[in-house]
């Protein structure tokens, strides 16, 4: 390990490039604090900034939701989800009592003014107490149907304005979770109210696939290389294919995923947003604005289907009994609280077009499911072959496609493959892997998105948030597809059994062209 100037050895929390920005003083306030989300990913996630040395001292923490608890219970609440879900475990005692002493938590109903009133005046006193100077940030961690009464509340308490609108300093912000609406009709009404209280550049919406260091990297694989971006366009790149494959079912969300389905949950977010990234063009200046215009115009570029052409570029699927990893799955139908007669897709395949310079005629495949063989997101490129095939002429086997996978998750990293000649006499040739994994190049693992995310908001910086705009726009994409299928005229859901790689029926998005999905 090498030595920094001035002999200081190098943090190995903090490899590499990386610019260090400790953000100010600030509280951090979760609402509806007893839910899923503040032990599996957000109690984790400050826990780990903390451990990382990238939260100042003063740094609180309010949780604030209905059921009744006392600091100290609040406190275990959290301890046991950075027990379970951290990456770094066991947890360090020291660490931990340094970041319990900050942590409060706040009882009172979501929909009762006297409730944000208490949280106001508590808030207060923290400022004075801890010095975290009047700033906040607010996480919305509700159920999506209690997030516009909550906005609103804090509106009407004064919360929403910088300064807690008492006129002091300190900045606001809001974090806003998924999902963002329900159609783009909702969308839309959920951004006017969000709109009506904060002003923009306190919003940050939260993708957490944006915060994964390998989707971080993609940009830095483009733009920071001069050796891949100028083949990165229709005139090389033959066909794209993005994968979101997860072997888990809906742990025990079968309420939410009922009335959500693939399409809503994974490709209206994440799998847009991959794409957006993957296709953008260079941004004039790596900053949030730049980004979010450069996305927003890929996403105006995607052909929005009409209703007609739904059957065409899409199908769902449902998975039935199976195995997954040597577990017995049962159907989707007969998961609780799901209909037995459901007819919401556990699985989504698309094909996509971008309609812009770079990319007409290119088609990009997009695939989500749920209780699939293997848990593996990761973007593929399939480049066109050279001009002119000079080897697997007079019968031989023909060359496989060179190919650009960028592997997301779990085995980080990017490999390209290629034709190489195998040793000894003839001339026989075979595909080999290049391959670069974060796991032997780095000595140090990828936070999770949300630390990297959750450390964004705190500095004010958005880059990795998304914009309104694109909101909008994956809905105008989408909107057709959930149309047609609720009347009936997309196609039927496809079904497939759990631990496959989904219905057969998506090979016919593929086959016209001449193309396969990857056998991951
Ligand atoms: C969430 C979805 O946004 O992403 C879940 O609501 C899904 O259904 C999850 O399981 C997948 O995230 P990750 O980081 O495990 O790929």
New binding site residues.
């Given amino acids: 390990m090498s030595t920094l100037p001035g002999g200081a050895p190098p943090n190995p929390l903090r490899e590499g490039l990386r610019l260090e920005r400790m953000p100010e003083p600030c509280t951090f306030v979760i609402c509806g604090a007893t839910g899923d989300l503040t032990r599996r990913k957000l109690a984790p996630a400050l826990y780990n900034l903390m451990l990382g040395g990238y939260l100042p001292p003063e740094f609180s923490v309010v949780g604030f939701a209905r059921r009744q608890m006392s600091d100290e219970e609040f406190r275990a609440h959290l301890r046991t989800g950075i027990d379970e879900f951290s990456r770094n475990r066991p947890v360090n005692d020291a660490v931990w009592d340094s970041f319990a002493t900050g942590i409060e938590y706040q009882a009172g109903n979501l929909d009762d003014p006297e409730a944000y009133a208490a949280l106001s005046a508590r808030l207060d006193r923290i400022d004075r107490d801890r010095g975290t100077t009047g700033n906040r940030l607010f996480n919305l961690a509700v159920q999506p149907s209690l997030a516009p009464e909550v906005i609103s509340h804090l509106g009407a308490s004064g919360l929403a304005r910088h300064g807690g609108g008492a006129g002091r300093g300190g900045w606001t912000r809001v974090i806003v979770e ?1 999902p963002f609406g329900f159609d783009g009709a909702s969308a839309r009404t959920l951004i006017r109210q969000i709109g009506e209280e904060f002003e923009p550049e306190q919003v940050f919406r939260i993708d ?1 696939y944006l915060g994964k260091e390998t989707v971080q990297n993609l940009a830095v694989f483009r733009f920071g290389n001069g050796l891949f971006e100028p083949i990165w366009n229709r005139r090389y790149i033959e066909s794209v294919q993005i994968t979101v494959a ?1 072997t ?1 079912g809906v742990e025990g969300r079968g309420e939410f995923y009922d009335q959500t389905g693939a399409l809503r ?2 490709v209206q ?2 799998v847009l947003q991959l794409l957006a990234v993957f296709a953008m063009e260079p941004p004039v200046e790596f900053a949030a604005r730049d980004l979010h215009d450069e996305k927003g115009k890929v996403l105006r570029a995607i052909h929005r289907p009409t209703p007609d052409e739904v059957s065409q570029m899409a199908v769902r699927g449902q998975y039935v009994a199976g195995w997954v990893a040597g577990n017995k799955v049962a159907a989707y139908r007969d998961e609780p609280e799901v209909a037995p007669d459901s007819e919401t897709e556990t699985y989504v395949a698309l094909k996509l077009a971008i309609d812009s310079w770079r990319w007409a005629g290119v088609p990009f495949f997009v695939r989500t499911g749920k209780a699939m063989a293997a848990r593996v ?1 990761e973007i593929a490129v399939q480049f066109r072959r050279p001009p002119l095939a000079l080897f697997g002429r007079d019968g031989a086997p023909a060359m496989e496609p060179n190919i650009l996978a960028i592997r997301v ?1 779990p085995d980080e990293g990017i490999l390209i493959r290629f034709g190489a000649k195998v040793p000894g006499p003839g001339l026989t040739i075979r595909s080999v892997n290049m391959d670069f994994r974060y796991g032997s190049s780095f000595t140090v693992d990828s936070p999770d ?1 949300y630390e990297t995310l959750l450390l964004d908001a705190m500095l004010g910086d958005a880059t990795h948030f998304t914009r309104d705009d694109a909101v909008e726009r994956s809905w105008d994409i989408l909107d057709p597809v959930l149309e047609a299928w609720a009347s009936g005229r997309g196609g039927p859901v496809h079904f497939y059994g759990a631990g496959s790689w989904g219905p057969p029926a998506a090979d016919g998005l593929l086959e016209p062209g001449g193309f396969s999905w990857r056998r991951l």
Avoid: F, L, P, R
């Fill in positions: 998924k957490h997860e888990v949950d994974i977010s994440h997101t998750q998105a």
